[in-house]
């Protein structure tokens, strides 16, 4: 397989004239076997700017789906998911003693009032004695008497009125508050199982370079989210996956050119093959160089009669 510097002194080289002349008769590029069904893993969010890869699986393994291939770490997460978690039970205790406290504050509102309209039928009997069989002034004392107990009774109507929507106000709240509780659980529970990250696909795994340093990412390492890690790849669609350096491209009529496939692994049995597609934007590659790249997409057209492996090394020949 040839290693991405290899990739680099092709592309990096212009274009390769097998003639020798300025026509380009012949073009040389570089590429690799990839399935068009795979699942790329990229490194999730997390409570920092980066995140420990704990596991992953075995570079070259073939994994069914629904297999383990990869584990970031959720330590972060883990300690607020359990902070949250605690929280969340005294929250829970705290709306109890609330809706006892309350709910004692509206039973006490409750008995004030009927003591108060009990007291007003009392006085409303007093103040309702006919002239003549009481004194003026004892006539006058129940009247003013009838009178504070009416306004006794609005006040403890108004007070029940305050109790009951301070109930309401206090056990709302203190439910909202557990709402916004058990979402952060949900969420952090959601974040924690993408942590552990399962194959949509069967087929063999493949570790992904790292974007900084010429090596291949691995279990130990800290990367940032939106990071590519491991990519599964069916074993089957196969095609040739490559990268045109940007000032080469501009040079290039790919949809007029004739492509002939070479795998290095089996170099006497070159295939044609067909531009299925070329990325409409250059991309970064910052493991190759600082230029920009874009992809090409080629499938071949014809069936291959070797055994064949996404990660294979192809020569592309454009003529």
């Known amino acids: 397989m040839v290693k991405p510097i290899a990739k680099v002194i092709f592309l990096s080289a212009g274009l390769l004239s097998i003639a020798g002349t300025a026509s380009y008769a012949s073009t040389l590029l570089t590429g690799e076997v990839a399935s068009a069904q795979s699942q790329t893993v990229t490194a999730p969010k997390s409570t920092g700017w980066q995140i420990q890869i704990q596991w992953l699986e075995e570079e070259g393994t073939i994994v069914k789906e629904g297999d383990l291939v990869a584990v970031f770490d959720s ?17 829970k205790l705290q709306l109890l003693k609330i809706e006892m406290d309350v ?3 509206v039973v006490e509102a409750e008995g004030r009032l009927k003591l108060a309209t009990i007291q007003v039928k ?6 309702n004695i006919p002239k003549g069989e009481v004194s003026d002034y004892e006539k006058g004392k129940f009247i003013i008497a009838y009178e504070k107990a009416l306004m006794e009774q609005i006040k403890a109507e108004e007070n029940l009125k305050l109790k009951l929507a301070e109930r309401d106000v206090a056990i709302q709240k203190q439910k909202i508050e557990i709402i916004k509780l058990e979402e952060k659980i949900a969420y952090q529970l959601g974040q924690i199982d993408k942590l552990s990250v399962r194959a949509h696909i069967s087929g063999p795994v493949s570790h992904l370079m790292h974007p900084w340093m010429p090596q291949k990412i691995a279990a130990g390492m800290n990367v940032q989210p939106a990071w590519e890690v491991v990519r599964v790849q ?7 996956t490559s990268w045109v ?9 790919l949809a007029n ?7 290095d692994a089996y170099p006497g049995k070159s295939y044609p093959g067909k531009l299925l597609s070329m990325s409409s934007q250059a991309e970064q590659r910052s493991q190759w160089s600082e230029s920009a790249y874009y992809r090409l997409e080629i499938a071949f057209d014809e069936a291959v009669n070797h055994p064949i492996f996404p990660g294979m090394s192809v020569r592309i020949n454009l003529q």
Do not use: F, P
Request: cysteine-free; glycine content about 4%; hydrophobic content about 30%.
């Open 75 to 91: 330590g972060g997460i883990q300690t607020q998911l359990e902070e949250n978690q605690e929280n969340l039970q005294t929250q």
């Open 103 to 105: 709910n004692q504050a």
């Open 122 to 127: 009392k006085d409303r009997i007093e103040a």
């Open 234 to 240: 069916a074993q089957s669609s196969y095609q040739v």
């Open 245 to 253: 350096h940007e000032i080469d491209a501009a040079k290039m009529d």
């Open 257 to 263: 050119n004739t492509l002939q496939l070479t795998l």
